[in-house]
């Protein structure tokens, strides 16, 4: 069963908690992309432009509305297969949450899990160079991209078929320099390993989100928090 994140935004107005309703704007204009190519095919995007007035309506999930298990696993600790120290263990409701998101929390009831809360400095000041061992099975041409640049493009977690043939980094390495005959109707994966810095793997969670929360914080990085929490 999937997990799911529940993620709104507060700020401290004259000492208290307040709930911030905003627009997410890396998802704005990905709708708007989207919009744009669906309708070059000469095709009806009605249900696309729906989603898009939606999310230009705003919501307090603004900052974070998706499905991304390192993340999760950074924020809270929670489905962390990583086994990486997370930027906070849940810290359950905070007492002073705003009635709105304590309403939203309740309606969830015991399907909601691991409760927390970050500010805007704990988001800026957590060390976000660090990394992780990715690894996946990568075809020929993906193991040359990873020898030239250290990564592939492209990758997946296991591959199968009648003509699939799994072999060793060695063995590819081989079959790159001269593939022999008999062997050139079969299809060869072989599986590596990569780090990334976390930075890079949530992508526009700390390119717009963490900045997004610095700016709503102003001058005081502890005015301006997340509340979330999970359900699966």
């Known amino acids: ?7 709104h935004v507060e700020k401290r107005v004259d000492g208290k908690w307040t709930q911030i ?13 989207t919009i744009a190519d669906i309708k070059a095919r000469g095709e009806k995007a009605d249900y696309w432009e729906r ?10 999930g603004f900052i974070y509305d998706g499905r991304h298990y390192l993340l999760f696993a950074l924020l809270a600790g929670v489905r962390n297969q ?20 304590k309403s939203i929390s309740e309606e969830w009831g015991c399907d909601g899990h691991s409760h927390t809360w970050l500010t805007a400095k ?17 075809s020929e041409n ?17 591959v199968g078929g009648g003509r699939v043939r799994h072999v060793s980094n060695t063995e590819m390495n081989r079959i790159l320099k001269e593939k022999y005959p008999w062997e050139e109707n079969d299809s060869f994966y072989t599986l590596v390993k990569w780090a990334l810095p976390y930075s890079e793997i949530v ?20 005015s301006a928090r997340i509340v979330f929490w999970f359900d699966n």
């Open 1 to 7: 069963m999937g997990c799911d994140i529940h993620l």
């Open 51 to 60: 989603l898009l007035e939606e999310e230009k309506n705003g919501t307090s």
């Open 82 to 101: 990583y086994e990486i120290t997370p930027i906070s263990e849940p810290k359950c409701m905070p007492n002073d949450v705003s009635s709105e998101i």
């Open 142 to 158: 993906q193991y040359q991209v990873f020898m030239e640049r250290g990564r592939p493009e492209s990758w997946s977690g296991g």
């Open 203 to 222: 992508g526009s969670f700390y390119s717009w989100s963490v900045p997004k929360m610095k700016e709503l914080a102003g001058n005081d990085l502890e």
């Open 122 to 138: 704990e988001l800026t000041e957590f060390d976000w160079s660090q990394t992780v061992v990715q690894e996946g099975w990568v």
């Open 21 to 33: 309703i905003g627009i997410n704007e890396p998802e704005i204009k990905y709708l708007e992309n």
